[in-house]
C-alpha cells in the first residue's frame, strides 16, 4: 500500500461545513477544496457569495472549486465569470449538460478561451469527456469530474473508466481529472493506481485517514472488543437455562 504522503494523486476536500474545511486547511494532506449547491444547502448555507469568501479566506492559495447554478446558458455564464472573480485560486464547476440534457460544450470552450479555469462537473462517461475536450484549446486549464462513486452505484468498475479519461486528457496538460463522490478510503488507492489526478473526499471518509495501513488482526480484536462492550452497556441479556435443561 501506497504511504499517504507518496502519493501521486492529489487529495481535494468535498463539502460546505466550514468548520470541517477550517480544520482540513490544517491538514497538509489536502490539497484543494471543492464544493456543490446542494452539500452548501446540507450544510444550512444561505448565503452563497458570503459563504464563497469565507472558504476563501481559509483556504488561502489552494485551488477552490464553486458551482454555477443557473439553467440557462447566458445566466450561467455570467455566473461563472462573476464568481471567477472572487480569487485567483477559483474552478469555475460547470455541468456537463443542464437539466434539459442540453451539452454545455459552447459554454465551456467560451469561458476556457477567455481564461476562466472550469471544472466540469457531473460526467460519468468517457464519450462526455471525449465531446467536452472538442471545446477546449490544448492550453486550457482546469478539471473534468467523473463521479465514480455514482458510476459504481450502478454496479459498474469506475477504474477502467477514469484510466481512459486520464489517457485522453494527456494532450491537455492543464486539465486534471477528478474521481468525485468516492464512497470509502480505498477509493484513494484506486484512483492513485488508475493514475487520476485529483480525488475529491468527504470529511466523514477523511477522518478515516489514521487507518490507513493499521494492522488489521489489531483491528478485528478491536472490533470484537467493542461488540462486547456495547453489549455490556446496552445490558443484554440471553437467557440460558432452558437451554442447559432441554441438554440434561
Known amino acids: 500500500m501506497t ?3 507518496d502519493l501521486r494523486v492529489r487529495i481535494f476536500a468535498d463539502g460546505a461545513d466550514l468548520n470541517d474545511i477550517k480544520r482540513l486547511a490544517e491538514n497538509p494532506l489536502i490539497a484543494g477544496f471543492t ?17 464563497a469568501r469565507e472558504v476563501l479566506k481559509v483556504v488561502g492559495d489552494r485551488p477552490v472549486s464553486f458551482e454555477v447554478f443557473s439553467d440557462e446558458w447566458e445566466e450561467m455564464e455570467a455566473q461563472a ?15 456537463v449538460t443542464n437539466t434539459r440534457g442540453e451539452f454545455s460544450g459552447d459554454i465551456i470552450g467560451r469561458l476556457s478561451a477567455n481564461g476562466v479555469p472550469v471544472n466540469v462537473t457531473a460526467m460519468m462517461t468517457t464519450d462526455q469527456v471525449r465531446a467536452v475536450l472538442e ?48 464512497r470509502e478510503l480505498l477509493n484513494v488507492f484506486q484512483a492513485e493506481e488508475a493514475g487520476c489526478h485529483v480525488i475529491t473526499v468527504a470529511a466523514d471518509i477523511l477522518r478515516k485517514l489514521p487507518l490507513v495501513g493499521k494492522d488489521l488482526a489489531a483491528y ?12 455490556t452497556k446496552a445490558g443484554y441479556d440471553i437467557p440460558t437455562g432452558s437451554l442447559a435443561k432441554r441438554e440434561s
Open 81 to 95: 465569470r462573476e464568481i471567477s472573480t472572487w480569487g485567483t485560486n477559483i474552478n469555475v464547476k460547470i455541468p
Open 220 to 231: 478485528s480484536l478491536e472490533t470484537v472488543a467493542m461488540f462486547r462492550n456495547d453489549a
Open 35 to 51: 464544493t456543490n449547491p446542494t452539500l452548501m444547502r446540507s450544510a444550512g448555507v444561505t448565503d452563497y457569495v458570503a459563504f
Open 135 to 182: 471545446h477546449l484549446k490544448p492550453d486550457a486549464k482546469g478539471f473534468l469530474s467523473l463521479f465514480a462513486g455514482r458510476i459504481a452505484d450502478t454496479g459498474r468498475d469506475p477504474v477502467p473508466i477514469i484510466r481512459e479519461a486520464v489517457a485522453l486528457v494527456r494532450p491537455f496538460p492543464g486539465i486534471g481529472i477528478i474521481w468525485a463522490s468516492p
Open 3 to 5: 504511504d499517504m504522503n
